[in-house]
């Protein structure tokens, strides 16, 4: 048993890395399978700092995404209330709907680079763990006065 469980750690040191995220089309891969937005944020878990800036991240765009559809939906319902009705078109709502989209396009325009610099936090931070097994396993092999042997850290 003990030579059986010592070849797979053996086996399985060598065939484990370190899983590096990476960005296609706006989406996410792990060892090319696409993993989904909310699975990431367990996947970033293992480092904090990449993880707060993701979650900034995503609070810009649902934040400015909320503010530049409100603002359309301003502008359209004004335009179409302009085109049926007798009233003056550009009423405020007009007015209201464009300073909305103005807000939103400083807040939506730094969340992608925010975004890419967390995943290059995580992978910085993983780039080094060659030998990984989830969070917090390691393998080394250990020389001493009493022979050889392993030294597995859970």
């Known amino acids: 048993m003990k030579k059986l469980l010592s070849l797979f750690c053996l ?18 891969y792990i060892n090319d399978a696409l993993i989904y937005k909310h699975e990431i ?22 934040v400015g995404g909320f503010l530049l559809g409100a603002g359309i939906g301003l502008v359209v319902g ?7 009705s007798d009233s003056d078109y550009p009423s405020g709502f007009t007015y209201v709907g464009a300073g909305l989209i103005g807000v939103s396009i400083p ?39 009493n022979g050889i042997g392993f030294n597995i850290t859970f």
């Open 78 to 84: 004004d335009v179409v209330k302009g085109l049926v």
């Open 41 to 62: 944020t367990k996947t970033l878990a293992a480092n904090p700092e990449a993880l707060q800036l993701y979650k900034k991240s995503r609070t810009k765009e649902s």
């Open 107 to 145: 807040i939506l325009s730094g969340r992608t680079r925010m975004r890419d610099k967390s995943i290059e936090l995580y992978n910085d931070s993983v780039k080094g763990n060659t030998n990984s097994l989830g969070y917090q396993f390691d393998m080394k092999v250990i020389t001493n006065s």
């Open 11 to 28: 086996l399985s040191a060598g065939f484990i890395f370190s899983q590096q995220i990476e960005i296609r089309d706006n989406k996410f």
